[in-house]
């Protein structure tokens, strides 16, 4: 009776693993060939003595921080200071009127530092920038015309002084920008040095209540020295007179 049990328990016994067996091992077969798949591809697509390298994954807050390559401008392209023009006595200013042509006039700023225009009389111009000087035509003219577009250019900005006595060459210097006393001289040859009294140089000014005359002393500046002679501006129309020197005979 003894043998019998034992031999029904050994077989049920051996029945349940083999059910545990069946039911357990296709999985694990299954996972076991699936790594061995992967570690296949990773050796066929790296070379031959080359170890595998760990991934490094940037932060995403680093990610984000980086800015952008920035691209460099071409040196032609760069941007350039605009320069500022301001209109003074004897530049020629053109003045159009785009929905009114018959308003368009060329004017010379006069001594003053006006000019005349159509319909509104005389306008100070002198010291202003043309864009200024569009403005304040616009505001003008809003009472005559109803286009706000109005244009000025600059035709001409050159002026004329003039250089005489002990000089080399007398006559007349066109500037297109500030001059003074000396820089005038030199356009002019430069002193007579056998005759020339450079330390009493004159220049002669008209102005609307007269004529007013200014002594320069440009020695002083051509031997290095500071004064009035070498920040003194000229005028359009300005006349510099260089005496002769005082001689005993």
């Not at 060459?169 to 430069?190: F, N, Q, Y």
């Not at 040095?193 to 009493?200: G, I, L, P, V």
């Amino acid at each position: 009776m003894k043998k019998a049990i034992d031999s029904t328990g050994s077989l049920n016994l051996r029945a349940l693993e083999h059910r545990l067996a069946s039911r357990v091992l296709p999985p694990l077969a299954l996972i076991a060939a699936g790594l061995l798949a992967g570690c296949q591809s990773d050796v066929e697509d790296r070379p031959i003595g080359v170890a595998a390298q760990p991934a490094v994954t940037q932060p995403a807050a680093m990610q984000s921080a980086v800015p952008p390559p920035a691209v460099a401008q071409p040196a032609g392209l760069a941007a350039k200071p605009e320069e500022t023009i301001t209109l003074r006595e004897s530049d020629v200013v053109k003045v159009s009127f785009p929905s009114s042509p018959t308003l368009d006039t060329t004017q010379q700023i006069r001594r003053d530092g006006k000019i005349t225009l159509p319909l509104v009389g005389e306008v100070d111009a002198a010291g202003l920038t043309p864009q200024a000087l569009e403005k304040k035509l616009v505001e003008l003219y809003a009472p005559q015309i109803s286009s706000k577009q109005i244009t000025v250019e600059v035709e001409s900005s050159s002026y004329p002084v003039y250089v005489t006595g002990s000089v080399q060459r007398s006559g007349k210097v066109l500037a297109d920008h500030p001059i003074t006393a000396l820089e005038a001289v030199m356009e002019a040859g430069g002193f007579d040095t056998a005759k020339a009294n450079t330390k009493a140089v004159k220049v002669i000014r008209r102005e609307k209540d007269g004529v007013k005359t200014f002594k320069l002393n440009l020695q002083d500046v051509l031997d290095g020295k500071s004064g009035a002679g070498d920040l003194f501006e000229l005028k359009p129309d300005d006349i510099v007179f260089v005496p002769e020197r005082f001689t005993w005979f």
